[in-house]
């Protein structure tokens, strides 16, 4: 066989890879967080004409380390504060590392007893550890724009079967309306999905939000009906969350359906210290987390929580001669997908290894350094718009311009990175604190960083 399909390069090729892993590693802290102008140009070293023929592996690796090392983003450091994009704990990194050795496809129990055991584990503890009802149903996706996608395919077909109409054979033609309810500052995430399940933001009826970003309950609309309403447990930018457990009051008087969008925040039920802002989520009858942001599992990874295990079923159902049931669990009938990779090996790993107790500390660790930015970056006279609830910040220089100038210097500094965003009309750096790896001394060095930043804006 010609270089590439021989067996006995496995070893040699992944013993290749750890070095290169190593190396990058090594370099972590001491590289720039965004890859440089020189990084960046090499990238062209890609574009070139497909081979006509297969070269040694050893070549293909040692480019991808060469050129694309350099240019990856330091998302796994901890002076990363981008978007919400989590880090990666080490025991979820080596568990996917082996995981990716054993390649399993996770439609079928028969194709993954393993993976199909574990995500049963993940599901019971999951729905232990977020206090969610027991029996809350799981399908593992790849993030929260998916498990929006899944939660609310679920509450839309189950709301339609409750009016003798099944989407499943009858789609959306000629159905009874639904109403679909959602915050102002409702996730695109949502809206994308909204508009693939054939409700577009045309029909959507949006509800006002306070200061901080939150849902009004008191300015809900009337309600009758059958009505698909989204919540968020962590508002993309302010980190608040919505009266969850009010608006489930409301709602599930008439005859609605409550999903929440917890992409990040829905970690809060895990830390016994964040009670207070997690309380009444569990009242929802649906919910959407990412593992890959505040639990810094290796992306990608995601989860949909289904208070009822049939009505998440039947939207997912499928059937062909050849597929093989069995008398476990079939992941594919908890997802849109079919085949999807083991991601519930990483997911377990991480929750074996951290405990109850080491989530919570994760997520008020991130909390904590958060909260510590913020002030010390006020002591430095920056504003700080948003009230520290959870892990994020957003942070202006008094005027548009100097922040935004500001900015861009930060992002340009290789110490830290930000992004921006608007917030009640004012722009912002937005600061996540995603990341298990950001220590004290990250805190220090990033509001330094600020400060630089600043002063290079403020003369230029
Ligand atoms: C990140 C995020 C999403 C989208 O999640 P993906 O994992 O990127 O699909 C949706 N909603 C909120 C609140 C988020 O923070």
């Given amino acids: 066989m010609s270089e590439p399909f021989r067996t006995s390069d496995v070893s040699l090729l992944l013993d290749l890879a750890h070095d290169y892993a190593r190396d990058y590693q090594r370099n972590l802290d001491s590289r720039a967080v965004f890859p440089g102008r020189e990084a960046l140009q090499n990238l062209e ?139 102002a500052d409702a996730h695109a995430a949502v809206h994308k999905t909204l508009s693939l399940l054939g409700m577009g933001d045309l029909h959507t009826e949006t509800v006002p939000v306070d200061d901080q970003g939150r849902m009004r309950a008191d300015l809900f609309p009337r309600l009758g009906g059958p009505a698909l309403v989204v919540t968020q447990a962590g508002n993309v930018n302010s980190g608040a969350f919505d009266p969850v457990g009010r608006i489930c009051n409301l709602v599930h008087e008439a005859e609605g359906w409550v999903h929440v969008d917890g992409a990040f925040g829905l970690w809060a039920g895990a830390s016994p210290a964040l009670g207070g802002l997690f309380a009444g989520v569990e009242k929802a009858d649906s919910w959407a987390v990412d593992a890959h942001k505040t639990l810094n599992v290796p992306y990608d990874c995601g989860i949909a929580f289904c208070r009822d295990r049939e009505a998440l079923l039947s939207a997912f159902r499928a059937s062909a001669a050849y597929f093989q049931w069995s008398e476990h669990r079939d992941p594919m009938n908890y997802t849109p997908s079919m085949s999807k990779r083991a ?118």
């Avoid at 002076?79 to 994009?85: A, D």
């Avoid at 550890?129 to 996608?149: K, Q």
Wanted: glycine fraction near 10%; hydrophobic fraction near 40%; aromatic fraction near 8%.
């Fill in 45 to 183: 070293r890609f574009s070139e004409d497909l081979p006509l023929e297969p070269c040694d592996p050893r070549t293909t690796l040692e480019m991808l380390h060469e050129v694309g090392s350099p240019a990856t983003v330091a998302q796994t450091g901890g002076r990363y504060f981008g978007f919400v994009n989590g880090g990666s704990l080490p025991v979820g990194l080596a568990a996917r590392w082996l995981a990716d050795v054993w390649d399993q496809n996770t439609a079928h129990y028969v194709m993954s007893p393993v993976a199909a055991k574990l995500e049963e584990v993940c599901e019971r503890w999951l729905a232990d550890l977020l206090h969610l009802p027991a029996g809350t149903a799981a399908g593992f996706v790849t993030g929260t724009t998916l498990a929006n996608f899944s939660g609310l395919a679920a509450g839309r077909n189950e709301l339609l079967r409750r009016q003798g109409w099944d989407v499943a054979s009858a789609g959306l033609y000629g159905a009874p309306p639904v109403r679909v309810i959602v915050g």
């Fill in 343 to 460: 991601r519930s090996v990483e997911l377990w790993a991480v929750l074996k290894t951290l405990g109850r107790s080491g989530v919570a500390e994760l997520v008020d660790g991130l909390c904590a350094h958060a909260r510590t930015l913020a002030s010390r970056l006020r002591d430095e006279g920056f504003s700080i718009l948003n009230d520290v609830v959870f892990n994020q910040v957003l942070v202006s220089c008094g005027d548009d311009a100097l922040t935004s100038a500001t900015l861009e210097q930060l992002q340009q500094s290789g110490e830290v990175w930000c992004g921006g965003s608007t917030w009640r009309g004012e722009t912002v750096i937005r600061v996540s604190v995603c990341s298990w790896a950001t220590t004290g001394d990250d805190v220090a060095r990033s509001v330094q960083a600020f400060v630089e930043a600043r002063e290079k804006a403020g003369k230029a």
